[in-house]
C-alpha cells in the first residue's frame, strides 16, 4: 500500500543549528513533492515544491532534496530561529489523480534559544 | 490579496444536529479540497472539487458527509447527523488547477460535537 512517512517525534534543536527533516514514501512514483509548514490552530502554508528531475531546490535558509531512488525527500532549516518552531507537512501528487495530494503526518520542529 | 476563508471559525454543536462548513476559495483557483484534520493529527483527505464536479469523493468518511461547490466558488461541507468523533478541524484549500499543484489553505473550521 502506498505510505507517506515523517518522523511523528518531535525533533528539538538548539538555535544556529541546521534542522533535517526527513520525508520517506513506498508505493509512489510522484512527478514532485512539497513541503509545508503548519502552524497550531492555522492551516498549513506552502514553502518549497521539487520536482522528479531536480535534486535539490533553495529557498533562503531552507533547502530540500530529492531522491526518487531512496525514495526520499530532506527538508533542511539552516541557522534555526526559534520563529522557525512548528509542523512541517511533506506531500506527494497522488498517482493519476490530477491536482490531488497526499500528506505524510507531520513533524514538529522545535528550535530551542 | 484575499486567501482562502472558511467559516464559521468554530461550531460547537449537538450530537445528532446537522452542520454546514462553508469555504471561499481564492479567486480564479478551479480546485479545491476539503481536508480533515483531528487533534495531533496529519491531514484526512475527504473530496476534491475541480469546477464544480467531484471527481473524486473517495475520502467522504461515511454517507452522513456531502459537499457541494456553486461555479468555481463557494464549497459547502455538510455534516449530517453529527457525532463525537466528527470533532475535528476541517480545513478548505485551493489551487489553480490545470498543473499548478501549490495548495493555499484557509484556516480551518473547529468542530466539537458534544
Known amino acids: 500500500s502506498q505510505k507517506i512517512e515523517q518522523n511523528s517525534e518531535a525533533l528539538n534543536i538548539q538555535e544556529g543549528k541546521t534542522a533535517t527533516l526527513t520525508c520517506n514514501y513506498t508505493?509512489?512514483?510522484?512527478?514532485?513533492l512539497q513541503w509545508y509548514r503548519q502552524d497550531p490552530g492555522r492551516g498549513p502554508v506552502f514553502l518549497l515544491l521539487?520536482?522528479?528531475?531536480?535534486k535539490e531546490k533553495r529557498k533562503e535558509r531552507l533547502k530540500v532534496t530529492f531522491d526518487t531512488t531512496l525514495k526520499q525527500s530532506l527538508f533542511h532549516i539552516t541557522a534555526s530561529q526559534p520563529a522557525d518552531s512548528a509542523t512541517y507537512l511533506c506531500?506527494?501528487?497522488?498517482?493519476?489523480?490530477?491536482?490531488?495530494?497526499?500528506f505524510g503526518g507531520g513533524t514538529r520542529l522545535m528550535v530551542k534559544p | 490579496g484575499a486567501g482562502v476563508s472558511q467559516s464559521p471559525s468554530n461550531k460547537v454543536t449537538e450530537k445528532g444536529k446537522d452542520v454546514e462548513l462553508r469555504c471561499d476559495p481564492i479567486s480564479g483557483h478551479t480546485a479545491l479540497y476539503w481536508y480533515r484534520q483531528r487533534l495531533g493529527q496529519g491531514l484526512e483527505f475527504l473530496i476534491y472539487?475541480?469546477?464544480?464536479?467531484?471527481?473524486?469523493k473517495s475520502g467522504l468518511p461515511s454517507d452522513r458527509f456531502s459537499a457541494e461547490r456553486t461555479g468555481e466558488s463557494v464549497s459547502t461541507l455538510t455534516i449530517q447527523r453529527t457525532q463525537q468523533e466528527d470533532s475535528a478541524v476541517y480545513l478548505c484549500a485551493s489551487s489553480l488547477g490545470q498543473g499548478q499543484f501549490t495548495q493555499y489553505f484557509g484556516p480551518g473550521t473547529r468542530l466539537l460535537v458534544l
Open positions: 472539487f475541480q469546477g464544480n464536479s467531484a471527481p473524486d
Open positions: 521539487i520536482r522528479e528531475n531536480e
Open positions: 506531500a506527494l501528487d497522488a498517482q493519476n489523480a490530477g491536482n490531488m495530494l497526499t
Open positions: 508505493n509512489y512514483s510522484p512527478a514532485y
